[in-house]
């Protein structure tokens, strides 16, 4: 694994889910490293439904948005036995950086474009992020 800390994770069979929580450290929030390995990891292809919490995590860059959104998330759709779910549970600071800052929006907009191999959205509210999944 990149370092010790990596993301805790967890397949949960009873609501056919994969979960990921990132602690709080020093890096942003999208480390490739972490997201390459979490591609190998079996639990991550028993299931369509990702819950990806990264409320700790302070920010992410417009680079680091392209990066998920150009390279990452077309690999990780492709290795879902249906159509990746993937929802993403922000900080409320982070939402409003989703809705104001440019570079960020610009670089994050196609990932919610229809014909895309995942359907992704964002959430403040774990419990509604949890049943949009289950939906």
């Known amino acids: 694994m990149p370092d010790t800390a990596f993301p805790d994770y967890v397949y ?3 609501l056919d889910l994969f979960t990921v929580r990132w602690p ?4 942003t929030a999208t480390a490739p490293g972490d997201y390459e390995a979490l591609l190998l990891l079996p639990e991550a292809r028993r299931t369509h439904r990702w819950l990806f919490d990264v ?3 302070p920010y992410t860059t417009a680079a680091a948005a392209r ?4 390279d990452w998330l077309p690999r990780a759709g492709a290795l879902t036995p249906a ?5 993403f549970l922000v900080a409320p600071e982070r939402a409003e950086d989703l809705a104001t800052d440019s570079p ?24 509604a992020a949890v049943r ?4």
């Open 55 to 57: 409320r700790r995590r």
């Open 67 to 70: 990066w998920v959104v150009r």
């Open 12 to 14: 949960r069979p009873d």
């Open 24 to 27: 709080t450290h020093e890096r």
């Open 132 to 135: 949009w999944l289950l939906a």
């Open 104 to 127: 960020l929006r610009t670089e994050v907009q196609p990932s919610t474009m229809p014909g895309q191999p995942y359907i992704l959205h964002a959430f403040t509210d774990e419990g």
């Open 83 to 87: 159509p990746l779910r993937l929802a």
